[in-house]
């Protein structure tokens, strides 16, 4: 079965970073693309950002914009979420998740794999 494993997550105070990870088998990483969501209780998932499965095509909520960064590393099969200047807002649970192939997409509806979450939480 596959499977995703994140790390990474904590507390931090606002204006400081984190760097989340996502790590799986190789036979589950590669050509695929990989998503960062987030969810707060009582709201629906959110998208972050993704990236395709070479890590040369990214793309990021608005929200996130210039203050996160995606990449991967095939070799180790594990992706990275870069999460600069966080913001009080920030804080919910994350989840990386394995989408399909082409261009990185924002819907939830695109990814078959996810990860059990881990808790960013962002402190004023």
């Known amino acids: 079965q596959v499977q995703l494993v994140e790390s990474g997550g904590g507390l931090v105070q606002a204006g400081g970073s984190l760097r989340l990870s996502c790590t799986t088998t190789?036979?589950?990483?590669?050509?695929?693309?990989i998503g960062w969501f987030r969810q707060t209780p009582g709201a629906e998932r959110e998208f972050v950002s993704a990236?395709?499965?070479?890590?040369?095509?990214?793309i990021y909520a608005d929200s996130v914009k210039g203050r996160f960064g995606i990449s991967r590393d095939n070799d180790k099969s594990t992706a990275y979420l870069q999460m600069n200047s966080l913001k009080p807002e920030d804080t919910a649970v994350y989840y990386c998740?394995?989408?399909?192939?082409?261009?990185?997409?924002?819907?939830?509806?695109?990814?078959?794999?996810w990860g059990q979450g881990t808790q960013v939480t962002v402190s004023s």
């Open positions: 998740a394995r989408g399909g192939v082409g261009a990185p997409k924002s819907s939830i509806y695109e990814y078959d794999v």
């Open positions: 190789r036979r589950a990483f590669i050509g695929y693309i």
């Open positions: 990236v395709d499965w070479s890590g040369e095509s990214a």
